[in-house]
């Protein structure tokens, strides 16, 4: 079982910025993700769970969403099994819930149902 645990989020105004940390479980992390793909979505108060960036643990390919691309940049560590987003230029409508997951598979998928294993969520809030 994978654990996923983040970090970061927090009140910044539009135009600021933010680092949102994802750490992995040292102990299961390799036999049961493997090589797949870590990612990030985020979910606004009534509305669905959608997809935000991802990126392949082995190739370094990032993949990210058109609202927010040219603002975040997804990057991972190895040796700390630490994935981060960082956040430029944000804009009250990023406020939500971000929630970090991972897959087994090393196919990249903007579906949350084709994620096993996700966080717990850390919410960011932006002000205008």
């Known amino acids: 079982q994978v654990q996923l645990a983040e970090s970061g989020g927090g009140l910044v105004q539009a135009g600021g910025s933010l680092r949102l940390s994802c750490a992995a479980s040292?102990?299961?992390?390799?036999?049961?993700?493997?090589?797949?793909?870590m990612g990030w979505f985020r979910q606004a108060p009534g509305k669905e769970r959608e997809f935000v960036a991802a990126?392949?643990?082995?190739?370094?390919?990032?993949y990210y969403a058109d609202s927010v691309k040219g603002r975040f940049t997804i990057s991972r560590d190895n040796a700390e099994n630490t994935v981060y987003l960082d956040m430029n230029n944000l804009r009250p409508e990023d406020t939500a819930v971000y929630y970090c997951?991972?897959?087994?598979?090393?196919?990249?998928?903007?579906?949350?149902?084709?994620?096993?294993?996700w966080g717990q969520g850390t919410q960011v809030t932006v002000s205008s």
């Open positions: 997951a991972a897959r087994r598979s090393f196919t990249t998928s903007r579906a949350a149902n084709d994620y096993d294993w």
């Open positions: 040292e102990r299961t992390f390799r036999t049961d993700f493997g090589t797949g793909v």
């Open positions: 990126i392949k643990w082995r190739s370094f390919s990032t």
